[in-house]
């Protein structure tokens, strides 16, 4: 019996023996999985990684390295397109406030028939002192703003734009080439320019348009004025200068109904001296006279001025 019981607690040491391994087992088991951190959580992301691991990592794709290793580079311009775009972006930023001569030059040369129109003065005057002609040593300021209406208080350089611009549709409609010195008023162009603007097209006649003004309000009228054969560097386009004078004093006085003042030759304008194409100034009439100020003014009558014009300048053109 004594041996029996020696035998049972063995067998109960073996197995509880068994069981404390099993459970040890287990236990490390499940601390063993509980302690290892996961590889998302030890590994570094790929924004911390050195750059050579990140190279290594892309193998093949190296265009993946350019983007991670390199900045974004802005395009370069090519020289050429750089130097137009500049050229563009000064043409934009300085734009031009007076007709050029070369274009009226050119379109002159296509026909030999061009008219030349000169809306007399400017917004802002020029005081800078101009010699008169190129043979004679007196100076006038380089060009005024002009008179000014008594009544209607419009600038002169506004009414001699408003009837020249007629007349260039006159002219045009009847196939008369014409360019014109000014067609706004934001210019700074001199009396003597405006004469080589018409050298250089070789107009066949340039026609400068003016309004008067008198220290009495009773004078009136219009008038043209030619360059005097007695000044020496124009007496090669006097006698043509005066013969288109005379159809424009004609065609005046047939187109508004009125006598006008006739004909003046000067010798001391400096669009004259410095032309060397014939040349004729027509002065509308007076704005310091208050019914002719007012008259010069009324559309009707500014058509009138505008045809009586055109006819003399056709007239001139035809018989050449």
Known sequence: ????????????????????AVTALVYRSNMKSV?????????????ELPIEAVLAKVGSAPEMAIVI??????????????????????????????????????KAKSSGKLVMLDPGHQRQGNNTPEQVGPDVR??????????????????????????SLLIKAQLERRGIEVAMTRE??????????????????GA???????ADGDSSPKTKGFSVLYPSASTAAVKPIAAESRQAAGYLVEHLKAATEASGRGLSARSDLSGFNWSQVPVVLVELGFMTN???????????????????IADGIEQFMTSR
């Open 1 to 20: 019996m004594k041996r029996d019981g020696i035998q049972t607690r063995r067998v109960l040491y073996v197995v509880l023996l068994i069981s404390f």
């Open 204 to 210: 066949a006649l340039a026609v400068r348009i003016h």
């Open 184 to 201: 706004t008023h934001d210019v700074d162009i001199s009396n003597k320019q405006r004469a080589e603007m018409a050298n250089e097209a």
């Open 69 to 106: 290793s390199e900045p974004t580079v802005q395009p370069t311009v090519q020289p050429a397109v750089q130097a137009v775009g500049e050229a563009e972006a000064q043409a934009t930023a300085q734009p031009t406030v007076q007709p050029t001569p070369g274009a009226a030059a050119h």
């Open 290 to 308: 208050p019914e002719e100020d007012e008259l010069m003014s009324e559309p009707e009558y500014q058509k009138k001025l505008a045809a009586g």
């Open 138 to 163: 007196d100076t006038k300021p380089a060009v005024s703003s002009g008179t000014v209406g008594v009544r209607t208080k419009k600038a002169e350089y506004v009414l001699n734009l408003e009837v």
């Open 35 to 47: 302690v290892q951190p996961t590889a998302e959580v030890t590994q570094p992301r790929e924004s």
